[in-house]
């Protein structure tokens, strides 16, 4: 049986080198920055912050920027973006990128199963769509490149429907790696926190 990796070893996340692979996951409201702050010191290596509207960032919103307040010790700083569109979704990691930077990693939410989140296509709901999520991934990745993509999902929609390996096959579609042609961005995605 193989073992498992060590978890005091480094870890890398596109340009990123990380001290260990222990990363908080978004929690919507809990990880605002004291918290994140706080399991930094107990040991995680990057904390992500609560999900952010991608529309909010593109048409701003005082509850949207609201999340990404944080101190400027806070280094890696990454963030997680919501939303149905992939056009909106990279608009709106643009525009954190580039307005609120630094930004270090961006993650994108498609494990809230939440019905106010779900029932307008986004979260947990776009794993209904493996074609979705692929361009999704890819014109995030586009938008932010050499800034590393993350997705969160679920194992699936729902019981009938665990898809989580194809989903992560839509995440590390070639294109999105810059696997495929000189002209597609360079970086790494990391695909998986499945979850039960």
Same mark, same amino acid.
């Given at each position: 049986?193989? =073992?498992?990796?060590?978890? =005091?070893?480094? &870890?890398?996340?596109?340009? $990123?080198?990380?001290?260990?692979?222990?990363? !908080?996951?978004?929690?919507?409201?809990? @990880? *605002?920055?004291?918290?994140?702050?706080?399991?930094?010191?107990?040991?995680?290596?990057? %904390?992500?912050?609560?999900?952010? /509207?991608?529309?909010? $960032? #593109?048409?701003?919103? *005082?509850?949207?920027? /609201?999340?990404?307040?944080?101190?400027?010790?806070?280094?890696?700083?990454?963030?997680? &973006?919501?939303?149905?569109?992939?056009? +909106? !979704?990279?608009?709106?990691?643009?525009?954190? &990128?580039?307005?609120?930077?630094?930004?270090?990693?961006? *993650?994108?939410?498609?494990?809230?199963?939440?019905?106010?989140?779900?029932?307008?296509?986004?979260?947990?709901?776009?794993?209904?769509?493996?074609? !979705? +999520?692929?361009?999704? +991934?890819?014109?995030?990745?586009?938008?932010? %490149?050499?800034?590393? #993509?993350? &997705?969160?999902?679920? /194992?699936?929609?729902?019981?009938? /429907?665990?898809? %989580?390996? $194809?989903?992560?096959? %839509?995440?590390?579609?070639?294109?999105?790696?810059?696997?495929?042609? @000189?002209? =597609?961005?360079?970086?790494?995605?990391?695909?998986?926190?499945?979850?039960?």
């Amino acid at each position: 049986m193989p =073992s498992a990796p060590a978890a =005091s070893g480094p &870890v890398r996340l596109g340009h $990123l080198t990380l001290p260990n692979r222990y990363f !908080l996951a978004p929690l919507a409201g809990v @990880s *605002d920055w004291p918290f994140r702050l706080l399991c930094r010191e107990m040991g995680a290596a990057i %904390a992500h912050t609560e999900m952010i /509207s991608s529309h909010g $960032l #593109v048409h701003g919103g *005082d509850q949207t920027l /609201s999340y990404l307040e944080r101190p400027a010790t806070e280094r890696p700083f990454a963030i997680q &973006v919501f939303g149905h569109d992939p056009d +909106v !979704l990279a608009a709106g990691a643009r525009v954190a &990128v580039e307005k609120y930077g630094p930004i270090d990693a961006v *993650d994108i939410n498609m494990g809230c199963p939440v019905k106010k989140v779900c029932g307008h296509g986004a979260g947990a709901a776009m794993l209904k769509d493996p074609g !979705l +999520v692929e361009r999704t +991934v890819r014109k995030v990745v586009e938008a932010i %490149a050499p800034v590393p #993509v993350t &997705v969160k999902l679920r /194992s699936g929609w729902d019981e009938q /429907s665990r898809n %989580a390996p $194809l989903i992560a096959r %839509a995440c590390e579609n070639p294109r999105t790696q810059g696997e495929a042609t @000189s002209q =597609s961005p360079k970086a790494r995605l990391a695909h998986s926190s499945q979850l039960a």
